[in-house]
């Protein structure tokens, strides 16, 4: 109950604080709608598809390949380096709040933000005439443990190398960027030569969009993304761990400071 009130109370901190802003979640609404409009415009010109199926594939990569991974990744790097230079983190020292629930509290923030991208994605693809060719339950879960991986490899990110704002953008651009070219996220993994093709199997947002797109795009089952799914899965624990030895880390240092 303690961890659980903590944890919504810090979800509950960042969401007020991003509304108050506005402009964060102002691009984080325009970035998907922009990207998913590209790509299905251009898939169903350059494949010959209806507009339904251009929009059926172009959903899933756009969402877990692209609009989660600045929304949650670089929104998770941007609000641990605000806390910092805010000082808020010197005030986590003289209170109870555990790592746990701080990690928890930003996780929760940003699924709710990945949430709300997630129905504006699909919502616009529905207005094509695409529809979610398999079973949702499966689909939120890959979602759901993008959102973790994504906020985790951020956490590790912002408390180990960002110190200051414009550190956000180099971060994310020197990690990103090589990291959704070579997922698939913008151009299709299909394309790739063999060489590629076998470092990308090392790469989540490979296995994100993969696992997305045979669920939602082609109706797969679990048995048909199995590898891509438990990648993800153990993945997504991995950035829990690190993230919360992360947390314990940057607390060591900022008290010597």
């Known amino acids: 109950m303690k961890y659980w009130r903590e944890t919504l109370a810090v979800a509950q901190r960042i969401l007020i604080e991003l509304l108050r802003r506005r402009r964060s979640l102002v691009f984080w609404t ?3 709608v922009s990207i998913l409009l590209i790509n299905g415009f251009i898939v169903a010109e350059r494949a010959q598809l209806s507009m339904a199926e251009a929009f059926e594939y172009a959903a899933p990569s756009t969402l877990v390949g692209a609009a989660l991974f600045f929304s949650c990744l670089g929104g998770s790097v941007a609000t641990v380096v605000a806390e910092r230079e805010q000082q808020t983190l010197k005030r986590l020292f003289i209170s ?3 790592g746990t629930s701080y990690f928890l509290g930003i996780f929760v923030a940003h699924t709710c933000i990945g949430i709300g991208q997630t129905l504006l994605v699909y919502t616009i693809a529905a207005f094509w005439g695409a529809k979610f060719q398999g079973s949702i339950l499966l689909g939120g879960v890959i979602i759901l443990l993008s959102i973790i991986s994504y906020v985790g490899v951020g956490f590790v990110l912002g ?3 960002a110190r200051r704002t414009e550190d956000v953008n180099a971060l994310v651009a020197a990690f990103g960027v090589p990291l959704l070219i070579l997922g698939g996220a913008f151009v299709p993994s299909f ?3 063999k060489t590629l093709l076998n470092i990308a199997k090392f790469n989540p947002v490979y296995h994100m969009v993969k696992a997305l797109s ?3 795009d082609e109706g797969k089952k679990f048995a048909d993304i199995e590898l891509h799914f438990w990648f993800l899965y153990v993945f997504a624990i991995l950035m829990v761990v690190a993230g919360w030895l992360s947390y314990r880390r940057m607390l060591s240092v900022e008290r010597r400071l």
């Open 159 to 161: 408390t180990q190398f």
């Open 191 to 193: 394309v790739f030569p």
């Open 214 to 216: 045979g669920v939602s």
């Open 30 to 32: 325009i970035f998907p």
């Open 96 to 98: 109870p709040l555990s």
